[in-house]
């Protein structure tokens, strides 16, 4: 389309060009040989050019534009799709609205009492506990140990809450002095709030005699947590909504020095004794299979110097045979390769703390107690290192009168 009619054209997205301004007259001599013009009222070569360079062909099957100011295709933008990762990012948010609405509506107490944590929660996609997954919890603890477990249980008359009065990061607590389970509200999505509550039950439900002959050892919560995850993958998995499979208990990550995490270890524990030896000693408190679970760990816990067992060491050789089954001690850490203690030797030895003893005197010793064990087998690493003390102390009298007839003293007398 022209702008104007005059002695210039100027055509919108067309190259400027300029016309003479007017028909010049002919010379006769350059006419020769040249074709006529074509008539005045015929399309001038410039209005072919222009209309060429600004307007489609016809064969292209368009039109020119009816006016200048429409914008020529190549500005005008299609209109963008939904991409994977746009509409994944809508679902997401969409999804966490929701979540957090849904959570809100329903336990509105939570965002007034842990706001932070109760978001967090939400935005995570975690478990909301209830009443119901700490009494699935208690029942399926019931259901498959509760043949085993006394029918006067303490556990009966404990209480259970989910609450917001737990530490940070802990999904469940027992407390053995105030009687009580407590389930946080927020448990993980790879978890499910009824698995630890029957964790937590279960920790409830472990006799008094059992916790009463093991608390004081170094190694008490390595093998009370050990064994409680160890029973609590026993239970059924609670149903889900989702078939996604229950991530496995944190108390995996947690290892001894032998190399073994706290579970493994309890399972070597019942792959020595027995299910039922072991669930005895747990849950029913029988003393014959107390010793038995605490003969086996002695064997597979590591042997590391005690104070326990050092004041065990002092009743049981404060008559006869001190010096023999201290320096008997010694020689089942070295050969377990530990580093002998700074503590006091109790005046059953010449020196004053069992680091004092000289590199020749311990060769020596340490050869006598690999003689030793030789001979007494687990009553040996029991006398030392069971972490029941009836057990220990049984071991250390035993262990004592073998010592006596063939242990020959290391350390002389002070002069």
């Not at 498959?144 to 609450?163: L, M």
């Not at 790879?190 to 920790?203: D, K, L, R, W, Y």
């Not at 064990?373 to 035993?398: E, N």
Request: proline share 8%.
């Amino acid at each position: 389309m022209l702008d104007k009619v005059g002695n210039s054209a100027r055509v919108d997205n067309a190259p400027y060009v300029e016309a003479p301004a007017g028909p010049e007259p002919m010379r006769l001599d350059a006419a020769r040989g040249q074709k006529p013009k074509a008539p005045m009222d015929a399309p001038s070569s410039l209005r072919l050019r222009a209309i060429a360079g600004g307007m489609p062909s016809e064969e292209a099957g368009t039109t020119a534009p009816a006016d200048v100011n429409q914008p020529t295709p190549a500005d005008v933008r299609p209109e963008m799709g939904v991409g994977p990762v746009r509409l994944f990012v809508k679902l997401m948010v969409g999804t966490l609205a929701l979540s957090t609405g849904v959570r809100f509506a329903r336990y509105p107490g939570d965002f007034a009492k842990d706001p932070g944590g109760s978001v967090w929660a939400a935005i995570n996609l975690q478990h909301r506990s209830s009443v119901t997954h700490l009494e699935q919890g208690n029942q399926t603890v019931l259901e498959r140990f509760g043949a085993h477990i006394p029918k006067d249980s303490a556990c009966f008359k404990a209480r259970a809450d989910v609450t917001h009065d737990v530490p940070s990061g802990v999904a469940g607590q027992w407390n053995h002095k105030t009687q009580r389970v407590k389930l946080n509200p927020n448990i993980h999505f790879e978890s499910h709030p009824a698995q630890v509550a029957g964790h937590e039950f279960i920790h409830c439900y472990t006799h008094p005699e059992f916790v009463e002959r093991h608390i004081k050892h170094p190694h008490w919560k390595a093998l009370n947590e050990g064994l409680t995850t160890r029973l609590t993958e026993k239970l059924p998995d609670p149903k889900r909504l989702l078939p996604i499979p229950l991530a496995k208990d944190p108390y995996h990550g947690f290892k001894l020095s032998t190399g073994d995490s706290w579970p493994d270890a309890a399972r070597r524990i019942e792959d020595e004794v027995g299910e039922d030896v072991l669930l005895k000693a747990f849950f029913g408190g029988d003393d014959q299979a107390i010793s038995e679970v605490a003969k086996a760990a002695a064997q597979i816990y590591p042997k590391i110097a005690s104070r326990i067992t050092e004041r065990e060491l002092y009743q049981a050789g404060s008559m006869r045979g001190g010096q023999q089954l201290a320096e008997c001690y010694v020689g089942a850490l070295l050969k377990n390769g530990q580093k002998l203690p700074d503590s006091f030797t109790n005046y059953l030895l010449p020196v004053f703390s069992y680091s004092d003893i000289s590199p020749g005197h311990a060769k020596k010793i340490q050869a006598q107690a690999e003689k030793s064990q030789k001979r007494m087998g687990i009553v040996f690493d029991t006398a030392f290192f069971s972490p029941d003390l009836k057990t220990q102390r049984l071991a250390l009298g035993m262990l004592r009168e073998d010592l006596l007839m063939h242990w020959k003293k290391v350390i002389p007398d002070r002069k």
